[in-house]
Each structure stands twice: as structure tokens, then as C-alpha cells.
């Protein structure tokens, strides 16, 4: 991980953006609204306190990172983003270890379980679970994200900064890929219109 993450002084209360306040109306018990990721390390010695103190430092370098959701002064008004100092952030950070012999099955049901709880953006937009005791003495780092925090390509240009990914070196072709069989395409189909079908449903948002 790099260092000389500089820290921010909290910047002024923002607006929610409108196609972003859509995810607050669309936002159901089933349909948490979040974003989420699954990513692996090749180590198993970190500790939950070193790690949150890591990210800590990091989330002060990211404003999008800082942001937590305020009730608007009015309800004519949208509710609007405080960026806050980033020392909340290890508060959002877990762990669990695996018990000795667990299967894959059992990692599923670990991130089953962190992805269907839901992130509060009111409190905490976004959330992470260290996970420990993997095969090969490695562990896993588990984020999920609120889409009101931004688009997709924006939250994972925010996570990437984070975990200090290194850039692609280079952008594929158009036409370079094969488009997708049939079926692939059918059952996207069938989820874009499930989609859409949900947010008609839903009524107009506010």
C-alpha cells in the first residue's frame, strides 16, 4: 500500500445529485441498492486493527469516501452530502476468521450474509469485511457501497484509489470483444426489463 495520503479539511454541504437521489426512492427491503466487490490478498497476518487504521488514513485522501447523506433543512428540498474528516471510518470495518477445514460454501454464506445486510448512506454509505482464515494463508476483503455515492464507474474509481490498484496499460478496441451467446444475451434482456419494470412500479420520485 502507498503512503502520503493527505488529509482534507470537510467540505461544504452538497446537493444530492437527482439521478443519484433515485436510488434513495427505488430503494427497496429486497433491493438493497449497493455496490460490491470481493477482493483477495495473498496474506492472512493482518489485523483488524492494523487494517482499519490503514483504510483510515487512506479514506482522508478520498472525499467520495467521506460523504454520508443529511435530512434537507425543507422537503422541498433534496437531502444533501457533509463530508466528514474520515476518523469514522474504521467503525465501518469488521472481521471474521474462518474455522479450520471451512469450505467454499462457507466463504458464499460469509459474503451472502455481509452483501444482503443492507449500508445505511444516512450513517455509513459504504462498508467492509476483513476475512480471515482462507486456504493458502490468505484473506479476502469484502466492500460494499451505496449507489447514491455515485455511478458505478465513479465508486470504482474510488475503490481503486483505496486498495491502490495499478492503472490498465492499455484500452481494448471496439470490436475486439465477441458478443455474448444467446442466452447470455436473452437473460440480460430479462434483467434490464425486470429493472425497469420495478421502477415503474415504484411511482414517481420526488
Do not use: N, Y
Amino acid at each position: 500500500m502507498a503512503t502520503g495520503c493527505v488529509p482534507t479539511e470537510p467540505a461544504a454541504p452538497a446537493p444530492l445529485r437527482a439521478e443519484d437521489a433515485l436510488f434513495l426512492h427505488a430503494q427497496t427491503d429486497r433491493l438493497c441498492q449497493q455496490v460490491g466487490t470481493v477482493l483477495l490478498l495473498p496474506t492472512d497476518s493482518l489485523s483488524l486493527t492494523d487494517f482499519r487504521a490503514e483504510v483510515t488514513r487512506r479514506v482522508r485522501g478520498i472525499p467520495r469516501l467521506r460523504r454520508r447523506l443529511e435530512q434537507p433543512p425543507s422537503r422541498w428540498r433534496r437531502p444533501r452530502w457533509i463530508t466528514e474528516t474520515g476518523a469514522e471510518a474504521g467503525r465501518r470495518i469488521d472481521a471474521v476468521t474462518l474455522g479450520p477445514g471451512h469450505s467454499d460454501r462457507s466463504l458464499r454464506e460469509t459474503a451472502d450474509a455481509f452483501f444482503s445486510e443492507p449500508t445505511d448512506p444516512w450513517r455509513a454509505p459504504w462498508a467492509m469485511l476483513l476475512v480471515r482464515g482462507l486456504p493458502g494463508r490468505q484473506s479476502a476483503v469484502m466492500v460494499k457501497v451505496h449507489h447514491t455515492l455515485g455511478g458505478s464507474q465513479a465508486i470504482i474509481a474510488s475503490l481503486t484509489q483505496l486498495f491502490d490498484s495499478p492503472p490498465p496499460t492499455s484500452v481494448p478496441r471496439r470490436g475486439g470483444r465477441r458478443p455474448p451467446p444467446p442466452r447470455t444475451r436473452v437473460r440480460q434482456t430479462a434483467l434490464t426489463v425486470s429493472g425497469l419494470w420495478h421502477l415503474a412500479r415504484a411511482g414517481r420520485a420526488p
